[in-house]
């Protein structure tokens, strides 16, 4: 069931829909995408909508459905964003398009990153620069903390906009999910307030950190395989136990594991 009084992410299905569509690659792809790809555009948080660069949306993508204009975005975060800049480049954006170098602003604000000085932070990512409450992880000093999820969304979309994998960012992101990761427990959550976080998003994480390191062309060990083998059903499906982010619908958790398995 969808969320009272949202649409029903009408960005993350339409950029599903083209990546899936630009991998198929089925007769008349290339022309069923275009409307796609002109709504995605649409719904980028820029100039043609009322937002400036230094606004806290600025380059991002929200939920979809309708322009936002200032000063109300709606829900913004970077898995959404991630998802779009993913759809785009699978679409054939080049990498100096507009679009990509408005997203990275939003990407690199969503970034714990000091390009004068990368030891200061620790190089990974949070969620948002306008939802403050679902940067899951909380606060530590004055910023928000780094967590595994959005760290793992944070390469991939910096990848996507055409960030080289030796890039300083790219490099820190990773550095950050080398360190940290253990198999599907979503790292990043400390004190007894978040303790429900590393299982809740344990097959979204289990996806998107496989493909993370995937790009970054490393060799995954069998943690995270191991753990789904020893959770699938007798049906073939997967289920989370915790129903925080909707993964306890095996229709989400288990696309979520078969992408994570085709990572490995």
Same mark, same amino acid.
């Given at each position: 069931?969808?969320?009272?009084?949202?649409?029903?992410?009408?960005?993350?299905?339409?950029?599903?829909?083209?990546?899936?569509?630009?991998?198929?690659?089925?007769?008349?792809?290339?022309?069923?995408?275009?409307?796609?790809?002109?709504?995605?555009?649409?719904?980028?948080?820029?100039?043609?909508?009322?937002?400036?660069?230094?606004?806290?949306?600025?380059?991002?993508?929200?939920?979809?459905?309708?322009?936002?204009?200032?000063?109300?975005?709606?829900?913004?975060?970077?898995?959404?964003?991630?998802?779009?800049?993913?759809?785009?480049?699978?679409?054939?954006?080049?990498?100096?398009?507009?679009?990509?170098?408005?997203?990275?602003?939003?990407?690199?604000?969503?970034?714990?990153?000091?390009?004068?000085?990368?030891?200061?932070?620790?190089?990974? @990512?949070?969620?948002?620069?306008?939802?403050? =409450? +679902?940067?899951? $992880?909380?606060?530590?000093?004055?910023?928000? #903390?780094?967590? &595994?999820?959005?760290?793992?969304?944070?390469?991939?979309?910096?990848?996507?906009?055409?960030?080289?994998?030796?890039?300083?960012?790219?490099?820190?992101?990773?550095?950050?999910?080398?360190?940290?990761?253990?198999?599907?427990?979503?790292?990043?959550?400390?004190?007894?307030?978040?303790?429900?976080?590393?299982?809740?998003?344990?097959?979204?994480?289990?996806?998107?950190?496989?493909?993370? @390191?995937?790009?970054?062309?490393?060799?995954? =060990? +069998?943690?995270? $395989?191991?753990?789904?083998?020893?959770?699938? #059903?007798?049906? &073939?499906?997967?289920?989370?136990?915790?129903?925080?982010?909707?993964?306890?619908?095996?229709?989400?958790?288990?696309?979520?594991?078969?992408?994570?398995?085709?990572?490995?």
């Amino acid at each position: 069931m969808m969320d009272p009084g949202l649409p029903d992410y009408p960005n993350y299905a339409t950029a599903l829909a083209v990546s899936a569509l630009c991998r198929a690659k089925r007769a008349g792809w290339e022309r069923d995408i275009q409307p796609l790809v002109a709504y995605l555009r649409r719904m980028q948080f820029d100039e043609k909508n009322g937002w400036k660069p230094e606004d806290p949306p600025y380059g991002a993508w929200g939920m979809g459905g309708m322009e936002h204009p200032p000063p109300n975005p709606g829900h913004v975060d970077l898995s959404m964003t991630r998802y779009v800049v993913q759809a785009l480049r699978a679409a054939g954006v080049p990498s100096d398009d507009p679009a990509f170098a408005r997203a990275r602003i939003f990407i690199e604000r969503c970034q714990n990153y000091n390009p004068q000085n990368p030891k200061d932070a620790d190089g990974g @990512f949070f969620f948002s620069t306008t939802e403050i =409450d +679902t940067n899951k $992880a909380g606060q530590e000093g004055g910023h928000y #903390r780094s967590y &595994g999820t959005t760290t793992a969304d944070g390469l991939l979309a910096l990848v996507a906009i055409g960030r080289p994998v030796g890039d300083g960012r790219v490099r820190a992101a990773h550095n950050w999910l080398s360190a940290h990761h253990r198999g599907m427990a979503v790292p990043g959550f400390l004190g007894p307030a978040y303790q429900r976080w590393p299982k809740g998003l344990a097959f979204y994480y289990a996806a998107s950190a496989s493909e993370a @390191f995937r790009v970054m062309g490393d060799v995954m =060990d +069998t943690s995270v $395989a191991d753990s789904l083998k020893r959770t699938q #059903r007798r049906d &073939g499906s997967w289920a989370n136990a915790e129903n925080l982010v909707k993964e306890d619908d095996p229709l989400i958790a288990t696309a979520f594991a078969v992408r994570a398995l085709a990572r490995q």
